[in-house]
């Protein structure tokens, strides 16, 4: 079965400084890979997502994942954060032949001015 | 552009009580979802859709139930309510499945409190 742990709760940071959210997930087949983020009182939205191809991928504000096979990890980066990236970041996993997309327990990123 | 649209925001229920979560799509999505997200606990599956007619079972539906009769409408119904099922409830929808490099359309929540 697949699983996905986030291994950090809460991530504080201060704004300008760069920030790294650590995603590891157990598959034993090919998977697609996600990263959302969920705003305060907000539902969630694709921040960005890994399907095939370059394992660098980069998405929306600024943010960037590396698929790393060897280590079955999804870590996602920014190198300058700002106090508006405070939010609920949750990695996702999916094998590709279901419906249904496994979320981690989320991490809180806390961005102090 | 309404997206992904929930209703109520908020409730709260005495324990035995019934009542459904309304949930709506205007982008003639096949695929929903209800997820229930605990603090700490990450976003669990309830149960999902994958087009009209049809439903099926996620990692937590003991408690709920739900019906899609047309594409744009999956409410969730619960039946004797729980203290243990106090939690914020999300609906989402994707145009070709989640798991299939699908991206997922929520909606704002709605808080569901059980005393």
């Known amino acids: 079965a697949q699983s996905v742990t986030q291994l950090d709760s809460q991530v504080p940071v201060f704004e300008e400084a760069p920030v790294e959210l650590r995603c590891n997930y157990s598959?034993?087949?090919?998977?697609?890979l996600f990263w959302y983020v969920q705003y305060p009182n907000q539902g969630l939205q694709l921040l960005l997502k890994?399907?095939?191809?370059?394992?660098l991928v980069k998405g929306i504000n600024g943010f960037e994942a590396e698929f790393n096979k060897s280590q079955t990890s999804f870590h996602l980066r920014k190198p300058s954060v700002h106090i508006s990236d405070t939010a609920e970041y949750f990695c996702?996993?999916?094998?590709?032949?279901?419906?249904?997309?496994?979320f981690g327990t989320g991490t809180r990123l806390q961005v102090f001015p | 552009n309404a997206g992904v649209t929930q209703t109520p925001k908020f409730r709260i229920l005495k324990i035995g009580q019934s009542m459904t979560l309304q949930c709506a799509q205007d982008?003639?999505?096949?695929?929903m979802y209800w997820y229930r997200q605990d603090p700490g606990m990450g976003l669990k599956l309830i149960y999902y859709?994958?087009?009209?007619?049809?439903?099926d079972k996620g990692e937590v539906p003991n408690g709920y139930n739900v019906s899609r009769s047309t594409t744009e409408y999956f409410p969730l119904r619960l039946e004797l309510a729980a203290p243990s099922q106090t939690s914020v409830y999300f609906c989402?929808?994707?145009?070709?499945?989640?798991?299939?490099?699908?991206?997922?359309?929520f909606g704002e929540g709605s808080r569901l409190t059980v005393l």
């Open positions: 859709s994958v087009g009209a007619g049809i439903t």
């Open positions: 982008m003639n999505h096949n695929y």
């Open positions: 598959s034993s087949v090919s998977v697609y």
């Open positions: 989402a929808s994707s145009y070709g499945g989640s798991g299939k490099a699908g991206e997922l359309f």
């Open positions: 996702a996993v999916s094998d590709g032949s279901t419906d249904k997309l496994i």
């Open positions: 890994y399907l095939s191809g370059s394992t």
